[in-house]
């Protein structure tokens, strides 16, 4: 391999590395260790902005929290991170206790230049709700 060729490989394994880094992610905070339950699909997790819209009684499971770089994730991106996440507790539902992102102008150019200072974050409730069993069941196994 020539000089060239090494330059090309290490600048793409610096790219991958890169938009790997800038991927939203979720993380379990605090666990309701009186609840086990299987794991759903993410498409199962529905999200609700408050507690109040939540049409069932419902278990709470975990706090989870996420997190990406504003400049490449969005708050769709984050929300899903957070749904992945609460999917793997056996939840089938989130309450969205917060989803916001730094603004400061400053702060983004520099995470767009590599720094990690522009940040999209959320904090829900992963949920469980015994009377929404039918629904779930339909969205991870199609019926």
């Given at each position: 391999m020539n000089g060239r060729d090494s330059?090309?490989?290490m600048s793409a394994i610096i790219v991958v590395c890169a938009f790997g880094a800038c991927a939203?992610?979720?993380r379990v905070v605090a666990r309701n260790p009186a609840l086990t339950l299987a794991p759903t699909c993410s498409d199962a997790v529905a999200?609700?902005?408050s507690r109040?819209?939540?049409p069932y009684d419902y278990y709470e499971v975990a706090l989870i929290?996420?997190?990406g770089n504003?400049?490449?994730?969005g708050n769709g991106d984050v929300l899903k991170s957070v749904r992945k996440q609460a999917a793997s507790l056996g939840a089938n539902?989130?309450?969205i206790d917060s989803l916001h992102v730094t603004r400061a102008t400053v702060k983004i150019l520099g995470a767009?230049?590599?720094g990690n200072d522009a940040e999209r974050k959320a904090s829900a409730i992963a949920i469980w709700m015994p009377s929404d069993t039918a629904r779930v069941r339909e969205a991870c196994h199609g019926g």
């Open positions: 330059a090309r490989v939203a992610h979720a999200a609700y902005g109040d819209k939540v929290t996420g997190e504003s400049v490449y994730t539902g989130v309450v767009a230049l590599g």
